[in-house]
């Protein structure tokens, strides 16, 4: 069974600050991960994934995020925050032989100005 | 844009109507999914076609009734729903199920509210 861990359910961070955002995963085979961004009254946007090539995956929007196999994690970062920014992102994880996506409970991203 | 669309993007229907969400998608993708979010949560699966088949259903109860007339339709058929199934239904495709990546990609949705 696999699973996902969000730390920190809600984040508010200042426009140009570092915005880091906590996952990790419990897998019993290597896992395909990935950081969703949701919008208000919007789909999920792929941010990012790790199909277990390079382990620093770059994404859209200037997020990246680095597998760390040891620490079982996958933590999402962007060097400096955007009020456009704000939304729900998701972690999830998923199984490379089913595909089946489990997500992580969320957290909440909240720029101030 | 999006390339996964749904119709409608807003329904509003009562405990005995009859309705329908609406996905379709033209990347050749081979499998289609529904998940249901309700507010400030994760979405949750409810169905998984594959190839056009009925691969998972997640205890899902029956006055959600789902249909894959070909490889880019994926329909939900809605009968008898109570308030509490009120939600926002995503659908997505992805390549394959498994497969290369395991990427999907989601459609905006369709927010249902059920009076």
């Known amino acids: 069974a696999q699973s996902v861990t969000q730390l920190g359910s809600h984040v508010s961070v200042s426009e140009g600050a570092l915005v880091l955002l906590r996952c990790n995963y419990s897998s019993s085979v290597p896992p395909y991960l990935f950081w969703y961004v949701q919008y208000p009254n919007q789909g999920l946007q792929l941010l990012l994934k790790?199909?277990?090539?390079?382990?620093l995956v770059k994404g859209i929007n200037g997020f990246e995020a680095e597998f760390k196999k040891s620490e079982t994690s996958f933590h999402l970062t962007k060097p400096s925050a955007h009020m456009s920014d704000a939304a729900e992102y998701f972690c999830?994880?998923?199984?490379?032989?089913?595909?089946?996506?489990?997500f992580g409970a969320g957290t909440q991203v909240v720029v101030t100005p | 844009d999006t390339e996964v669309t749904q119709t409608p993007k807003h329904l509003v229907m009562g405990m005995t109507n009859k309705k329908s969400l609406k996905c379709e998608q033209h990347?050749?993708?081979?499998?289609m999914y529904w998940y249901k979010q309700k507010a400030k949560k994760p979405p949750e699966l409810m169905f998984v076609y594959s190839y056009e088949k009925l691969s998972i259903n997640e205890s899902v109860p029956s006055r959600f009734s789902p249909e894959c007339p070909n490889s880019s339709l994926l329909n939900l058929h809605l009968h008898a729903l109570q308030p509490e199934d009120s939600a926002l239904y995503l659908c997505?495709?992805?390549?394959?199920?498994?497969?290369?990546?395991?990427?999907?990609?989601f459609g905006e949705g369709s927010r249902l509210t059920v009076l």
């Open positions: 997505a495709s992805s390549q394959d199920l498994g497969g290369s990546t395991g990427e999907l990609f």
């Open positions: 999830a994880v998923s199984d490379p032989s089913w595909g089946k996506l489990q």
């Open positions: 990347m050749g993708h081979r499998a």
């Open positions: 790790y199909t277990s090539a390079a382990t």
